[in-house]
Structure formats: structure tokens, C-alpha cells
């Protein structure tokens, strides 16, 4: 696999034009290009050489969109494949303020939480900064969007992966994605979302970069939080809130948890009255999902009377709540739903063709 250039910032570029002895111009120009998601070879006024000297070292089109699949509320999901082959995932939400999208930052995960799809066949690799970076570039492009008016304005880190599993990469996407001059989009429209992983929190609150934190929590307890998510037994409730509480001296920016509310596991009133107890008085906002069920992890959600009922009690407990509105759900919404029915599709294709050939003979 060849060296990825939207790995790079525009310094980096420039001392990479100086090195291959182009006119410094140049890099301004490459840069242009890349922000505006366009490969090495489709960049203008690049000369011939230049162009050829690039492609023979870095990635002419390190993600590209395989496939785009529309919901009927206007949700898209992309399935993209990287220059490895490798495939990964990510969705464009439309609101009103904006289009949001989320980016994934592995391919696979290691996390293997038992409400999500990403982890059904393990963390494959990382993702670099650049592919990160890319993800975003192409769909804005898509969309009709350039550098200096973007399309896409809010970008949340909660597609398939862990990202402060992969924090270098992470952390240099952060400061290339909010640089000047670039795509630019504020620290303050991106949310990272992370299962808990404490000692990474605390690097994240020393970056210097404003995002929005946010932490897959799911129980009040523990023991509950064990039983659906394995990270639970390296690092605890109480260790997660210091780090929290932490992040939120350091920022300024309140942290957010992510419920999702699961029948039989977390969604009753004495759930409620547990989260209640936890969180009360703390700066932090609790967004409540209503579960998009995965086959695989047979787990079941809650109806939207229910899930109401239980925002209700938040409420009037005192938290700072709000009931996510589900989007996508006929497209395989929820992280990893779409790779994996690929990867498993084109699994039962090879053993049907294994089977016809067998037959044959």
C-alpha cells in the first residue's frame, strides 16, 4: 500500500513540493485539489511529471464510494472502498442546520459491544488520518460542496471502529480536518464518540482541540455495563466520569452519553432512577437511542412509547435529555450493519460458487 498525501497538512505538503523540487505555488495548488476531493490525476495545472512522480508514490484515490444507498427520509449510507480493498462504511444525515456525516476511523473493531455490528468480524486495521480525512472530502465533493463552502458541516466519529483505539491517526484527522486554509470545519461541530477508554481521554483533553466528547454508556452500573460491553471490565464507571469531569475543566465543553435503550437490559424505571443518581448536577446531556437491531447480537429495542416514557423520567429527575430520532433504519443504519450484510452476502456467494463447482465435477 502506497503512502496516503491527504495524510499531510499543508506544511507538510509544502516541505514535500520543496523536496521533489516543484515551485512552491505548487503545494497551495495540490492542496486546493485534495480539499476539494479530487484524485492526484484530476488536480489542474499540475504538470505531467509532477502528476507521475506523485501517483508513483502515494495513493492516486485512497477511499472512494462503492455504493450509496438512500432511505426514505433522506438519510444516505455509503459503503467505501479503500486502495487495499478493504471496505468500510459511513452515513450523511440532512438536518436542519446542516448536513451531518459519520466517518469511521477502523476497519472492523476489537471493541465487540453487543448492540453493534462493527465488531462481528474483528478490527481488521486502522484507518489513517488521511482516509479518515477522505471519507469526508469525497462525499462533500459529491454532494456539491467545495473547500470554502462546504456541505458537509457537522461530522461525528461514531461510524465503524474505536477511534481513541486508533488515537495518532485520530488526533492528526482532528487537526488536519479544523486546520485553516483547508476544509475547516470547527472542533466545535465534531463529536468523537468513544466506548470509554480512559488513559486516551485524558490525552484528548490536553490536544487543544474543542470537540464535542462523547461516551457510549448504556448502563448506570458496572455489572450492567459488563454484560453488553467487554471494555466495562478494563475501566469503570467512576474512572470514565473522572476523566469526563476532567475533559470538561479542560474544554469547557460539556460531555454527552450515549444510551441505547435495550428491552430487558437497561430501559425500566429503575434504570432510570440508577442514571438519574449518576449523572444528576453533572455538565453533561444524556441522548437516548432507540436500538437498531442487529441480527447477529439478537438483542431487542423498546417502543417509541416506551423509549418517550423513559426520557419522560430523565427529565423530570433533572438530566439534560434528549430522544435521538431514528434515521436510516431501512438502509442498515447503525454502525457496521452495512459492511457486514456485504462481507456476509459475498461470503455466501463464494460458498455457492465453491459448492457448483464441486457439483460439477
Known amino acids: 500500500m502506497k503512502e496516503i498525501?491527504?495524510?499531510?497538512?499543508?506544511?507538510?505538503?509544502?516541505?514535500?513540493?520543496?523536496?521533489?523540487?516543484?515551485?512552491?505555488?505548487?503545494?497551495?495548488?495540490?492542496y486546493r485539489g485534495?480539499?476539494?476531493?479530487?484524485?492526484?490525476?484530476?488536480?489542474?495545472?499540475?504538470?505531467?511529471?509532477?502528476?507521475?512522480?506523485?501517483?508513483e508514490r502515494f495513493e492516486n484515490e485512497p477511499v472512494s464510494i462503492r455504493e450509496v444507498f438512500r432511505s426514505s427520509d433522506g438519510t444516505e449510507k455509503y459503503l467505501f472502498e479503500l486502495s487495499d480493498g478493504n471496505l468500510i462504511e459511513g452515513v450523511l444525515m440532512r438536518y436542519k442546520y446542516g448536513n451531518t456525516q459519520c466517518v469511521s476511523t477502523q476497519v472492523g473493531c476489537r471493541?465487540?459491544?453487543?448492540?453493534?455490528?462493527?465488531?462481528?468480524?474483528?478490527?481488521?486495521?486502522?484507518?489513517?488520518?488521511?482516509?479518515?480525512?477522505?471519507?469526508?472530502?469525497?462525499?462533500?465533493?459529491?454532494?456539491?460542496?467545495?473547500?470554502?463552502?462546504?456541505a458537509v458541516t457537522n461530522v461525528v466519529l461514531m461510524g465503524s471502529g474505536e477511534p481513541l483505539d486508533n488515537y495518532a491517526n485520530t488526533v492528526r484527522?482532528?487537526?488536519n480536518v479544523t486546520a485553516p486554509g483547508g476544509i475547516c470545519i470547527s472542533g466545535r461541530n465534531i463529536s468523537l464518540s468513544t466506548c470509554g477508554i480512559v488513559p486516551r481521554m485524558y490525552d484528548l483533553a490536553e490536544e487543544g482541540i474543542p470537540v464535542n466528547l462523547t461516551v457510549s454508556l448504556h448502563a448506570a452500573t458496572d455489572a450492567e455495563r459488563a454484560r453488553i460491553m467487554p471494555v466495562a471490565k478494563a475501566y469503570t464507571i467512576a474512572e470514565i466520569l473522572k476523566a469526563c469531569e476532567n475533559y470538561f475543566e479542560k474544554t469547557g465543553r460539556r460531555y454527552i452519553f450515549e444510551y441505547s435503550l435495550i428491552a430487558g437490559e437497561n430501559a425500566d424505571k429503575e434504570h432510570a432512577q440508577k442514571l438519574i443518581e449518576l449523572?444528576?448536577?453533572?455538565?453533561?446531556?444524556?441522548?437516548?437511542?432507540?436500538?437498531?437491531?442487529?441480527?447477529?447480537?439478537?438483542?431487542?429495542?423498546?417502543?417509541?412509547?416506551?423509549?418517550?416514557?423513559?426520557?419522560?423520567m430523565l427529565e423530570k429527575g433533572g438530566l439534560s435529555a434528549t430522544l435521538r430520532r431514528q434515521i436510516g433504519a431501512d438502509i442498515g443504519g447503525a454502525c457496521g450493519?452495512?459492511?457486514a450484510g456485504y462481507l456476509a452476502e459475498e461470503e455466501r456467494k463464494k460458498k455457492e460458487g465453491q459448492q457448483t463447482a464441486e457439483d460439477e465435477v
Request: aromatic content about 4%; hydrophobic content about 40%; overall charge positive.
Open 111 to 150: 471493541m465487540n459491544c453487543a448492540f453493534c455490528a462493527s465488531g462481528l468480524n474483528g478490527l481488521i486495521r486502522n484507518l489513517t488520518a488521511g482516509e479518515i480525512l477522505a471519507q469526508i472530502l469525497c462525499v462533500n465533493a459529491r454532494i456539491g460542496g467545495t473547500a470554502e463552502k462546504r
Open 173 to 175: 484527522f482532528l487537526k
Open 5 to 30: 498525501l491527504q495524510d499531510l497538512s499543508l506544511d507538510e505538503l509544502r516541505a514535500l513540493v520543496a523536496e521533489m523540487n516543484e515551485q512552491k505555488f505548487r503545494a497551495d495548488q495540490l
Open 337 to 339: 450493519q452495512l459492511r
Open 279 to 312: 449523572l444528576k448536577g453533572k455538565p453533561c446531556h444524556v441522548n437516548l437511542i432507540r436500538l437498531n437491531e442487529v441480527k447477529e447480537r439478537n438483542l431487542s429495542g423498546i417502543t417509541e412509547k416506551e423509549a418517550y416514557r423513559f426520557l419522560g
Open 34 to 55: 485534495l480539499m476539494q476531493g479530487k484524485k492526484i490525476t484530476d488536480i489542474p495545472g499540475l504538470s505531467k511529471e509532477f502528476r507521475k512522480s506523485l501517483a
